[in-house]
Every structure is written in structure tokens, then in C-alpha cells.
């Protein structure tokens, strides 16, 4: 009888809000409504609204609701609210669990919980979920792996247990490539030293005080604690200057801390403008030591070189790459700058530390030695250059001059590898991808099973990484497109929908099989995202859609490309927002842009490219 009345109940739920419609709300941040709505569904039948974007979204309206509890005293309702949070997560670490699938939303929202337990003194609990998420390889997004492992630390911090968390901190900065948040940075070297002092490392503590105004990051705040941390240390400024321990290079960087943070007293400094005008000396300053002078060391350091190290003669003439995250597209587009470099440098090794997923991007490419990044078995200091493109450099310039970005990131990749303007204009502009004799055959054979030989194959990738670049209209596209083509539809996950004839699903095959396929379409089709620059690698015919990103800037190198937007329509394109940032016009995290591109223009495009073809 009871299980009768829940399932009538569940079913008048569905009738009020579908999971669709839920959905849709969590995508467009309405985490207050989501978590009212997904609280009043009966515990047993939450399940069937398991969804990344949904589950978050409660969870972050749980913890608002929570802390309006706790501001008002109302403890009961408080516990209640927990346990509800507790709840949530659970069945969100089950749902990944049963699919095999651990999306990005669950670490954030485990993170999310973790931090709130640890400010409201559940250490151990907080401990247990930071716990949860390295299981379950939160070091797959290395921006949240770096956050729980701070995290982690502070509880271990507060629980005393000070040897732990320094060991936890100091393979954090062993390895700095692993971090992708400058800001993290400071926050890092700080309670690393703070962990040092109490465990009576003296000169390790006072070399990370220093590391802390050596390193390029722009919040004055954790920049004074830095330069307060030092005095204290040094009893007074001046005697700074006097230690002969420190380096002349460490006492420039404080000098100019000290006299920026002393002019900030003045309030006819701030009037006339000099303070402003010292602030921007200090990080200009700091910026050019870590980005133009040092050349070893790109995006700072943490230890200097030991003049003992033994380093092997092979490694004294090679270069290091590091890159701790993915994105297929920008490694596609550091390769000509990778092949130039070993072009100047035909005797040196190049070596490449990337994630393991994303070795097949170079497998094959003769140009570099492919080296995990995740191993501690390398030393970044041995090497005759090392460059840190876990700070993106291509990222970094484009935020510093969006929306007026001129250069791509194939030339800014190239320039940030110490290429000169010359060498950047003349090499070769396209990515670098090489098949197997093996691929080309599952290609070949592909074809000929589903009796493709001879046709037009378009290629179509459904999703980009990111859902603020994707296009909304893909699938009525595909099924406009099959009446004249056969289509491919590319995915990494099952596809939902695209039905139909002369269309074909390739849902979920390893990358290389996928790639080795694209490379026998007559045309691709496909957001701003790692397929167009894979089409320019095999020069196949590509129609790329862009919205926040500029087009025409992203594919300048890729004559057979042909980029469409809508920028005659919409003024505030290309606009070089993220997935962070809701678009400016309607406050969600798609873009209307996007929506905006014709399908008619697109198959006319395909026409086109099809018509010159013959």
C-alpha cells in the first residue's frame, strides 16, 4: 500500500516537473527553486533525477540554506538540512559510481561539502569526503586537484597533525606544474611555510616567504601577508637588506613590496595616482621575472636548482613541456610550435609531461618523448629550458587582451616556447596528427561494412568539452543534412536521439579510432573545439561554428576552414567569456550566439566545400 501511494505521488512529481525541466533550471543556476523542488520528491525516487547538473545545484542551494539556518540559530532545522546534503551527495557518488562516469560537477560538489564541513569544525568529515574525491581520481581535473589537496591539508592542519601536512603541501610544490591556479599559489606556499616552521625547517620556511613575492599572482592581500610574514621573520625590514642570506634578487622583489605597501598608507598617493602606478610596477616587475627573464622556469618556481644536482648530460640539452590538463585542441595547436623548436634543435629531446588519456594526441609525432605528468619520476630543474604551459600562456595573453584578441594560440604557443617572430611567421601553421597503418585500416574497414565507399561522409561532432560553445541546433542539423549526405555523428558518450537514415552514431570509441575516422569524412562539421583542429591537421574541408570565442582568429591558419557566426547581428561577439561567466544577455551559461547561426547557412556551406571538391 505505501509503496503504491510513493509511486502515485512520484508520478504526480513527473507530472509537475520532468527531469528535463529540472534539469534545464539547475543548468540555468536556479539552485534555490532545484533544491526546493528536489527536496520535496520522496527519498526513494530521487534517483531517477540523478543528474550532474541537478545534484550540484542542490547541493549549493542545500549549503545556502544551511548557513540561513545557522545564522539564525535554528539548529534543528540545520541538522535537518545536513542530513538532506549528506543524502544528496551519497546518491550523487552512487549514480557515478553505477554509470562508470565521474563528471567534473561531482569533485566540485564534493568539494563544495568538504569546505563547509571544514568551517563548521566536522573535520573528520570533511577529511573523509576530500578522501573520497582522491579516490575516485579527482587528479583528472587538475584545477580541483590542487584545491582538495589544500583543503585536505588545512583539516590536517587543524587536526594537528602538522608532518602529514607538510608532506601533502611539499609534493604540491615539488611539482609545480600540476598547478593550474596561479591563484592557488600564494594560499600553497604560505601554510606549506607556516607547516615548515612548526616542524623547525627555518630556511626552508624563509625561502617559501620569499617564493611567495616571487611568484606572479595579482592579490595584494595575500601579497602584504607575504611581506608581513617577512618583517616579523627579520624583526625589521632594514634587516633584510643587511642578511647576507638573502638573495640580491629577493631583495629587490622586497624592496619594492615595502615601498608599494608604505606609499598605500598615503591618502595623496592614492589621490595623484601613484599608488595605482607602484602597484602595477611591482607585478609588471614580478611578471617579467617569471614570464620574459626566465626563460627556465616559465610560469615561476618553487625550489631553486641545487648547484650539487648531478644532472645527465642528455637532460642538460633537452627541453621540458608540461601541461597538467587536457583541452585536445590547444594540444593540437601546440604542435607546430613544438616541431619548429625541434627543428632549431635538431639534437636536443624534446619532453612532453602531459596526462596518460592524452598520449594518442602524439603517439607516432617524432618531434617529442611523451612523459606522464602525473610521475614524480622527472625533475623539471634538470632540463636546459623548462616551459609550464599548466599556466596557460595562450590563456593568460588572451585574457589580458580580450576581447581585442589578435593572435591564435598556435603563435602564442610558438612565442611562449622561445621562438622568435621570424621563425614564428615562416614555420608551418598546421596541427600535427599521425595515423597508424593500423588505424587506416579500422578506417578503411569501418567504410566498407556500413557501405560508405564512395559516398559524401560528413563528419559531425555533437558536443564540445564545454556547453556554452556548443551549437543547440545540431541534431535538427544532422537530420537536414542526411537528406542530402550521410552522416557521421561523433560523441564521447551514448547518443541520445539522431535517428535515422544515412546517419551513423560513433558513440564512445577510444580516440584514436575516432580521429582515424575523421580522417576519411569529406567534411567536418563542428564547434569551437578539438575537431577543427584535427580537420586542419588531415586538411579536410571544415565549417566551425564560434560564438564567445572569435572565429576568425582561432582558424586564421586553417585555409580550408571556414568559420560561422553571427557577429553582424549580435555587437557583443566575440565576447572571450567561459564556462564561468553566463552570457551577458541572458544569464545562463549557453550562448544565444550560438543559437543564433542558421542551419540553411551551414548546408550551404557544405555545398559549397562539396561543389569545389568536383
Request: aromatic share 10%.
Amino acid at each position: 500500500m505505501l509503496a503504491e501511494i510513493a509511486s502515485n505521488i512520484t508520478h504526480l512529481m513527473r507530472e509537475v516537473v520532468s527531469v528535463s525541466e529540472l534539469e534545464y533550471m539547475a543548468f540555468s543556476g536556479q539552485c534555490e527553486v532545484v533544491h526546493g523542488i528536489f527536496q520535496s520528491i520522496i527519498k526513494e525516487s530521487r534517483i531517477h533525477y540523478a543528474n550532474k547538473y541537478i545534484l550540484h545545484e542542490v547541493v549549493v542551494g542545500g549549503i545556502k540554506k544551511l548557513k540561513a539556518y545557522l545564522a539564525v540559530s535554528a539548529e534543528h532545522s540545520a541538522n535537518q538540512e545536513k542530513v538532506f546534503i549528506d543524502e544528496t551527495v551519497d546518491l550523487f557518488i552512487h549514480s557515478s559510481q553505477q554509470t562508470g562516469s565521474y563528471p567534473r560537477e561531482l569533485f566540485e560538489t564534493l568539494l563544495l561539502w568538504s569546505d563547509e564541513l571544514a568551517k563548521l569544525s566536522l573535520l573528520h568529515e570533511a577529511l573523509e569526503r576530500y578522501d573520497q574525491a582522491i579516490e575516485m581520481n579527482v587528479g583528472k581535473f587538475p584545477d580541483l586537484y590542487v584545491r582538495c589537496l589544500v583543503g585536505k591539508a588545512g583539516v590536517l592542519n587543524k587536526l594537528g597533525k602538522f608532518q602529514e601536512t607538510e608532506s601533502l603541501l611539499a609534493s604540491l610544490a615539488r611539482r609545480p606544474y600540476r598547478v593550474t591556479d596561479r591563484n592557488m599559489i600564494p594560499t600553497l606556499l604560505f601554510n606549506l611555510g607556516q607547516e615548515s616552521l612548526l616542524r623547525g625547517n627555518i630556511e626552508f620556511y624563509k625561502n617559501l616567504m620569499f617564493q611567495g613575492l616571487r611568484h606572479f599572482y595579482t592579490d595584494i592581500k595575500h601579497r602584504r601577508q607575504f611581506v608581513e610574514q617577512i618583517r616579523k621573520t627579520y624583526r625589521r625590514s632594514h634587516n633584510v637588506f643587511l642578511n647576507s642570506g638573502v638573495s640580491s634578487s629577493d631583495k629587490m622583489l622586497f624592496l619594492l613590496h615595502r615601498v608599494y605597501f608604505i606609499a598605500e598608507r598615503f591618502r595623496t598617493m592614492r589621490c595623484v595616482g601613484v599608488e595605482r602606478a607602484l602597484r602595477y610596477s611591482v607585478l609588471g616587475y614580478v611578471y617579467c621575472v617569471n614570464y620574459l627573464f626566465n626563460r627556465t622556469a616559465s610560469g615561476g618556481v618553487f625550489f631553486r636548482k641545487e648547484p650539487q644536482m648531478l644532472i645527465p648530460p642528455l637532460l642538460q640539452r633537452s627541453f621540458l613541456i608540461t601541461r597538467a590538463m587536457g583541452g585536445i585542441g590547444d594540444l593540437l595547436m601546440m604542435t607546430p610550435g613544438i616541431h619548429e623548436l625541434k627543428k632549431k634543435h635538431p639534437k636536443s629531446e624534446i619532453h612532453l609531461a602531459i596526462p596518460r588519456r592524452y598520449f594518442p594526441v602524439f603517439q607516432n609525432n617524432p618531434d617529442v618523448k611523451l612523459l606522464d605528468v602525473e610521475d614524480e619520476s622527472f625533475n623539471h630543474f634538470m632540463y636546459k629550458k623548462w616551459f609550464n604551459f599548466t599556466d596557460c600562456p595562450a590563456s593568460r595573453i588572451e585574457s589580458r587582451t580580450a576581447p581585442k584578441v589578435r593572435k591564435n594560440r598556435i603563435a602564442l604557443f610558438a612565442r611562449s616556447l622561445g621562438l622568435g617572430w621570424w621563425s614564428v611567421r615562416r614555420m608551418g601553421k598546421l596541427p600535427r596528427y599521425f595515423l597508424t597503418a593500423e588505424e587506416r585500416s579500422f578506417q578503411r574497414n569501418f567504410w566498407a561494412n556500413r557501405g560508405l565507399e564512395g559516398k559524401t561522409v560528413i563528419g559531425v561532432q555533437l558536443h564540445s568539452d564545454e556547453v556554452y560553445r556548443d551549437y543547440p541546433h545540431m541534431q535538427m542539423l544532422i537530420a537536414q543534412l542526411s537528406q542530402f549526405y550521410h552522416v557521421l555523428v561523433f560523441d564521447v558518450e551514448p547518443i541520445n536521439g539522431c535517428d535515422g537514415p544515412n546517419i551513423t552514431k560513433v558513440e564512445g570509441l577510444p580516440m584514436q579510432q575516432a580521429f582515424a575516422l575523421v580522417s576519411g569524412c569529406s567534411v567536418i562539421i563542428a564547434p569551437d573545439s578539438s575537431f577543427v583542429h584535427l580537420a586542419a591537421a588531415f586538411n579536410i574541408p571544415c565549417v566551425a561554428l564560434y560564438g564567445p570565442i572569435d572565429g576568425k582568429v582561432r582558424t586564421m591558419d586553417y585555409p580550408n576552414c571556414r568559420y560561422l557566426d553571427v557577429r553582424t547581428k549580435l555587437g557583443c561577439m566575440p565576447c572571450w567569456r567561459n564556462d564561468k561567466i553566463p552570457c551577458k544577455l541572458t544569464n545562463m551559461r549557453t550562448s544565444v550566439c550560438m543559437a543564433d547561426i542558421s542551419i540553411d547557412e551551414i548546408i550551404k556551406t557544405v555545398h559549397s566545400f562539396m561543389k569545389e571538391k568536383r
